[in-house]
């Protein structure tokens, strides 16, 4: 216990008479407790028993709601928060390992400095002088500051935006690699060009009969992928008076998604929009389907050969629509990554505009939260601005640009032309290693926040993040660092958070409510955050003013081959430290420990190779090598690499594994701003080298003995 507060005295405050079954961090007084380690346990623990904190998972930018259970002081086991709309109890491979993260033996434990750029050598430097690297930041030119943060739309993001406006710099950028993959930026703007608002669109998946998807591997790793996954199981289950749902899948290697599909088309990357149009101009020509685009100039003929498709089946297909009563179309990442990827959102979109499910059960709905993410387009003005010396101070908090954007870019060399790069990394990342200064953050679990959910639920959630042991080592929350600059009126990161929490206090028809502050944030804290009670959607306006893209796939540069990457459950790469996720097998090969290009066995035979062979991956921006793993799922003229591996930094668990396909992006754009990442054409060389990669499989293999 705090030596703050005395145990009565903090009954009273908490209002407990009794152990709850979740504390609340344990009510209005749960700042000032200190959740000590099992050597020196708090006296709310019982020894021999558990306790049970509700908080929010900040693995990925989902916002998922936690259960953590606490043993002696200790963090144990995370669960789903049942009562979190979201995740619905439910839990991803990726949120069980934040326990791997708090403990992880390579983490930053206090504030260091590093004499030399690049060298992992550090030395120790005391928080004090720290803390005034930061203050004399903040107290110089605002127009030399840059924040660079992570996906998160969460209260360090809303605390950045609010400083950056208060002494006049620019406003933080939100970038990741997992959202450039997803296609998030290109989806939003999407719904801004077709919507009129810069917002998520939801996808109603379990309400719908038919789902088509071109892309969106919304199982694995799409926007929310434990919601849109329980929002599968309802489509799937077969209830009373309503037909098990069916999923089609349009995608150039099976993913998790296209395996559980009943139909998956692997088709041509980058035709997925102008196979769109060609549903639409075969739709058009049925009742029940209201073009609103034009589709004259659109020739069904010339798009499934283009798309490697029989205009059979994509007839076949549109019968199939036709006689669906709530169809549903996703245009997911890898039919928006790459050159006419906004044309082809915007072609998919018209397909759910044309048979009217706009804001209806199985339908397309506007969230309420507001989408902030950065564009490729917005890095390369921070990175020209860093070649030019206009940024003296570079803020980095919640995201790995060095490891995750492609080095054509350049932001690793314009790093060399800023004066001072302040990282608030908890683990010695790639872009932590180019930092003068590594101030650590607290990990999730040691720290307070909120998180805003974007997408994969209908209904505003303010998902609530509390400490759950007391902070392990000599770190500090990244907000209180940049509160202590005085320059907002707020004495520490709690008190912000509450500011924003005050403006529910009296809202009706939600989870929580409190007639105060104090009351409401202690239910706040139970609860795992506040939200509405009732789903809140908006259904769009049609408004398609062009007629349908017949943009043909087009790959940029010379190659052999189309090379898809893909995200997996590493996300933007910042999982590889967790031996758990290591070990995990990947869902279609069963590999752990490592990372692989999938060839097509009729490819490889071609070529000459072998599982477990080493090639080299050449593009026109870079090469890598990789481990051989044939595939048939996939197309013959399409290799795939998977994201997330091939770390020089980030720990024992991480460095030294596989290849970063990130190395062979060339730097081209959409109409968006977002990185055409899938127009890159790759060629495969054998090296004669050979290195067999771990497994779950057999020798022979899932697939057979190649």
Same mark, same amino acid.
């Given at each position: 216990?705090?030596e703050?507060?005395?145990?009565? /005295?903090?009954?009273? !405050? @908490?209002? $407990?008479?009794?152990?709850?079954a979740?504390?609340? +961090?344990?009510?209005?007084?749960? #700042? =000032?407790?200190?959740?000590?380690?099992?050597?020196?346990?708090?006296?709310?623990?019982?020894?021999?028993?558990?306790?049970?904190?509700?908080?929010?998972?900040?693995?990925?930018?989902?916002?998922?709601?936690?259960?953590?259970?606490?043993?002696?002081?200790?963090?144990?086991?995370?669960?789903?928060?049942?009562?979190?709309?979201?995740?619905?109890?439910?839990?991803?491979?990726?949120?069980?390992?934040g326990?791997?993260?708090?403990?992880?033996?390579?983490?930053?434990?206090?504030?260091?400095?590093?004499?030399?750029?690049g060298?992992?050598?550090?030395?120790?430097?005391?928080?004090?002088?720290?803390?005034?690297?930061?203050?004399?930041?903040?107290?110089?030119?605002?127009g030399?500051?840059?924040?660079l943060?992570?996906? /998160?739309?969460?209260? !360090? @993001?809303? $605390?950045?935006?609010?400083?950056?406006?208060?002494? +006049?710099?620019?406003a933080p950028? #939100? =970038?990741?690699?997992l959202?450039?993959?997803?296609?998030?930026?290109?989806?939003?703007?999407?719904?801004?060009?077709?919507?009129?608002?810069?917002?998520?669109?939801?996808?109603?998946?379990?309400?719908?009969?038919?789902v088509?998807?071109?892309?969106?591997?919304?199982?694995?790793?799409w926007?929310?992928?434990?919601?849109?996954?329980?929002?599968?199981?309802?489509?799937?289950?077969?209830?009373?008076?309503?037909?098990?749902?069916?999923?089609?899948?349009?995608?150039?290697?099976?993913?998790?998604?296209?395996?559980?599909?009943?139909?998956?088309?692997?088709?041509?990357?980058?035709?997925?929009?102008?196979?769109?149009?060609?549903?639409?101009?075969?739709?058009?020509?049925?009742?029940?389907?209201?073009?609103?685009?034009?589709?004259?100039?659109?020739?069904?003929?010339?798009?499934?050969?283009?798309?490697?498709?029989?205009?059979?089946?994509?007839?076949?297909?549109?019968?199939?629509?036709?006689?669906?009563?709530?169809?549903?179309?996703?245009?997911?990442?890898?039919?928006?990554?790459?050159?006419?990827?906004?044309?082809?959102?915007?072609?998919?979109?018209?397909?759910?505009?044309?048979?009217?499910?706009?804001?209806?059960?199985?339908?397309v709905?506007?969230?309420?939260?507001?989408?902030?993410?950065?564009?490729?387009?917005?890095?390369?003005?921070?990175?020209?601005?860093?070649?030019?010396?206009?940024?003296?101070?570079l803020?980095i908090?919640?995201?790995?640009?060095?490891?995750?954007?492609?080095?054509t870019?350049?932001?690793?060399?314009?790093?060399?032309?800023?004066?001072?790069?302040?990282?608030?990394?908890?683990?010695?990342?790639?872009?932590?290693?180019?930092?003068d200064?590594?101030?650590?953050?607290?990990?999730?679990?040691?720290?307070?926040?909120?998180?805003?959910?974007?997408?994969?639920?209908?209904?505003?959630?303010?998902?609530?993040?509390?400490?759950v042991?007391?902070?392990?080592?000599?770190?500090?929350?990244?907000?209180?660092?940049?509160?202590?600059?005085g320059?907002?009126?707020?004495?520490?990161?709690?008190?912000?958070?509450?500011?924003?929490?005050?403006?529910?206090?009296?809202?009706?028809?939600?989870?929580?409510?409190?007639?105060?502050?104090?009351?409401?944030?202690?239910?706040?804290?139970?609860?795992?955050?506040?939200?509405?009670?009732?789903?809140?959607?908006?259904?769009?306006?049609?408004?398609?003013?062009?007629?349908?893209?017949?943009?043909?796939?087009?790959?940029?540069?010379?190659?052999?081959?189309?090379?898809?990457?893909?995200?997996?459950?590493?996300?933007?790469?910042?999982?590889?430290?967790?031996?758990?996720?290591?070990?995990?097998?990947?869902?279609?090969?069963?590999?752990?420990?490592?990372?692989?290009?999938?060839?097509?066995?009729?490819?490889?035979?071609?070529?000459?190779?072998?599982?477990?062979?080493?090639?080299?991956?050449?593009?026109?921006?870079?090469?890598?090598?990789?481990?051989?793993?044939?595939?048939?799922?996939?197309?013959p003229?399409?290799?795939?690499?998977?994201?997330?591996?091939?770390?020089?930094?980030?720990?024992?668990?991480?460095?030294?594994?596989?290849c970063?396909?990130?190395?062979?992006?060339?730097?081209?754009?959409?109409?968006?701003?977002?990185?055409?990442?899938?127009?890159?054409?790759?060629?495969?060389?054998?090296?004669?080298?050979?290195?067999?990669?771990?497994?779950?499989e057999?020798?022979?293999?899932?697939?057979?003995?190649?």
């Open positions: 216990m705090s703050i507060i005395s145990r009565r /005295n903090f009954l009273k !405050l @908490a209002g $407990l008479g009794a152990t709850a979740v504390l609340t +961090g344990c009510g209005p007084a749960a #700042r =000032y407790v200190t959740r000590n380690p099992y050597y020196d346990m708090p006296e709310y623990t019982q020894t021999g028993l558990s306790t049970y904190f509700a908080t929010t998972c900040r693995e990925c930018p989902a916002g998922c709601g936690l259960i953590m259970r606490t043993f002696e002081g200790r963090a144990i086991k995370a669960e789903g928060n049942p009562a979190h709309p979201v995740n619905g109890g439910k839990l991803c491979s990726r949120g069980l390992t326990v791997q993260g708090l403990y992880n033996p390579d983490r930053f434990k206090s504030a260091v400095q590093r004499p030399q750029r060298d992992p050598a550090v030395e120790p430097v005391e928080w004090d002088a720290a803390l005034q690297v930061v203050k004399d930041a903040l107290n110089g030119p605002a030399e500051v840059a924040f943060l992570g996906l /998160n739309q969460d209260h !360090l @993001a809303d $605390l950045v935006t609010q400083l950056a406006e208060t002494i +006049g710099a620019p950028l #939100r =970038y990741g690699a959202g450039m993959f997803e296609g998030r930026a290109t989806l939003v703007k999407a719904a801004e060009q077709v919507f009129g608002q810069a917002v998520f669109p939801y996808f109603d998946i379990a309400g719908a009969d038919l088509v998807s071109f892309g969106a591997n919304f199982l694995e790793a926007l929310s992928p434990v919601a849109y996954s329980r929002a599968y199981g309802r489509f799937r289950r077969a209830e009373p008076l309503k037909k098990r749902g069916y999923l089609v899948s349009f995608e150039a290697r099976r993913s998790l998604t296209s395996g559980s599909a009943d139909e998956w088309y692997p088709v041509v990357p980058g035709s997925e929009g102008l196979l769109a149009a060609a549903l639409g101009k075969l739709l058009s020509e049925s009742s029940g389907f209201s073009a609103v685009m034009d589709y004259a100039a659109v020739d069904v003929q010339a798009a499934c050969a283009a798309a490697g498709i029989e205009p059979e089946k994509l007839e076949a297909l549109a019968q199939l629509i036709a006689r669906a009563e709530r169809p549903l179309f996703l245009p997911g990442g890898n039919a928006l990554g790459h050159a006419d990827g906004l044309a082809a959102a915007v072609n998919i979109l018209a397909l759910n505009a044309g048979r009217g499910n706009f804001g209806v059960p199985g339908g709905y506007l969230t309420t939260s507001p989408a902030g993410t950065a564009t490729l387009t917005d890095l390369r003005g921070l990175v020209d601005r860093m070649r030019t010396g206009q940024v003296s101070t803020f908090h919640g995201c790995n640009p060095v490891f995750e954007l492609p080095p870019l350049g932001f690793t060399q314009a790093l060399a032309n800023v004066k001072t790069v302040v990282s608030f990394a908890s683990f010695p990342d790639e872009t932590a290693l180019q930092a200064y590594v101030l650590p953050d607290h990990t999730p679990l040691e720290g307070w926040g909120y998180q805003y959910t974007l997408a994969g639920v209908d209904r505003p959630v303010l998902s609530g993040a509390q400490p042991v007391v902070p392990l080592y000599e770190t500090r929350a990244t907000a209180d660092m940049l509160l202590s600059a320059k907002l009126p707020y004495k520490d990161e709690v008190e912000f958070i509450q500011s924003v929490l005050e403006d529910k206090v009296g809202q009706p028809d939600a989870n929580i409510s409190g007639t105060d502050l104090p009351s409401l944030w202690a239910k706040y804290l139970q609860a795992g955050g506040w939200w509405l009670a009732a789903p809140s959607l908006s259904a769009p306006e049609k408004n398609f003013a062009d007629g349908a893209s017949t943009a043909q796939p087009q790959a940029a540069g010379s190659g052999q081959f189309h090379l898809m990457t893909y995200p997996t459950l590493f996300g933007d790469g910042s999982g590889a430290n967790r031996p758990w996720l290591q070990e995990t097998p990947d869902p279609a090969t069963t590999v752990m420990w490592n990372s692989w290009v999938e060839i097509n066995p009729k490819t490889a035979e071609e070529l000459g190779l072998h599982d477990d062979d080493i090639v080299k991956v050449r593009s026109e921006a870079g090469e890598v090598e990789a481990v051989v793993y044939l595939y048939p799922a996939i197309r003229d399409t290799v795939a690499i998977p994201f997330g591996q091939g770390h020089t930094a980030l720990g024992r668990w991480a460095e030294r594994r596989g970063n396909p990130a190395e062979l992006l060339k730097v081209t754009m959409n109409e968006a701003g977002d990185l055409a990442f899938g127009d890159t054409l790759v060629t495969i060389t054998p090296t004669g080298k050979r290195r067999p990669i771990a497994r779950a057999s020798r022979v293999g899932v697939y057979g003995d190649h």
